[in-house]
């Protein structure tokens, strides 16, 4: 059965606090892997697609890896503002529709 | 550049009313698909659309739940008969395409409350 697992559910860091999220995925044929922010009340805000192992992409001060099994979205000298919820999804095979991870709670506190 | 909307963005039904939920896609997004967040649970796939066409409802209870897409207008999440297990968060979603290389982008989301 295709399932992503996040880790840790909860991540509360000082500001500056380098730390990694991990996604964990089990799924056949996969064709993308997805990291998506949501803050409270609002819809998942895109972030990365990554396609094969080996590949790295990177946005202000989140850069996400991705291995045969598992994908790390690693936040450097975090603000307060990258507070939110952090989702990851994989998509696979022929199918458009996304399997969601629980997602990881990040607090980065001044 | 308009987003994905979602209306409305909070409904209130008391059991066995109906619930219809809007999306309307980014503009030149012919996929849509409808997802389910309920609380301290992950976002779940309900159904995908294209114009006029059901292309995947793998995730839809077979009961009580349709999903339309016409021609003209939005997509519409229906709900029958809501009872208190249906109060989520449902989003809609729209993309170019179905590979990867489209990523989906998200509304804001419904939130139903069955009272």
């Known amino acids: 059965e295709d399932q992503v697992t996040q880790s840790p559910e909860a991540l509360r860091l000082q500001e500056g606090e380098s730390s990694s999220l991990n996604c964990s995925y089990t799924v056949s044929g996969l064709r993308g892997l997805f990291w998506y922010r949501q803050d409270p009340g609002k819809g998942p805000e895109f972030l990365f697609t990554l396609y094969s192992a080996g590949e790295e992409k990177e946005k202000e001060r989140l850069k996400a890896t991705l291995t045969k099994k598992e994908s790390f979205l690693h936040i450097t000298a975090p603000k307060p503002e990258d507070s939110a919820t952090y989702l990851c999804?994989?998509?696979?095979?022929?199918?458009?529709?996304?399997?969601f991870g629980k997602g990881t709670k990040l607090s980065v506190k001044p | 550049n308009a987003g994905v909307m979602q209306n409305p963005r909070h409904l209130v039904r008391r059991r066995g009313q109906e619930a219809r939920l809007r999306c309307s896609p980014m503009?030149?997004?012919?996929?849509v698909y409808w997802y389910r967040q309920l609380p301290e649970e992950g976002l779940k796939f309900m159904v995908y659309l294209q114009k006029e066409n059901i292309i995947d409802e793998s995730g839809m209870p077979k009961e009580r739940f349709s999903a339309e897409f016409p021609k003209e207008g939005p997509s519409i999440l229906r709900i029958q008969q809501v009872v208190r297990g249906d109060s989520a968060a449902y989003f809609c979603?729209?993309?170019?395409?179905?590979?990867?290389?489209?990523?989906?982008?998200f509304g804001p989301g419904t939130r139903l409350t069955v009272t």
């Open positions: 979603a729209s993309s170019l395409g179905t590979s990867a290389d489209y990523e989906q982008y």
């Open positions: 999804a994989v998509q696979r095979g022929s199918q458009g529709n996304l399997i």
């Open positions: 503009k030149g997004h012919s996929h």
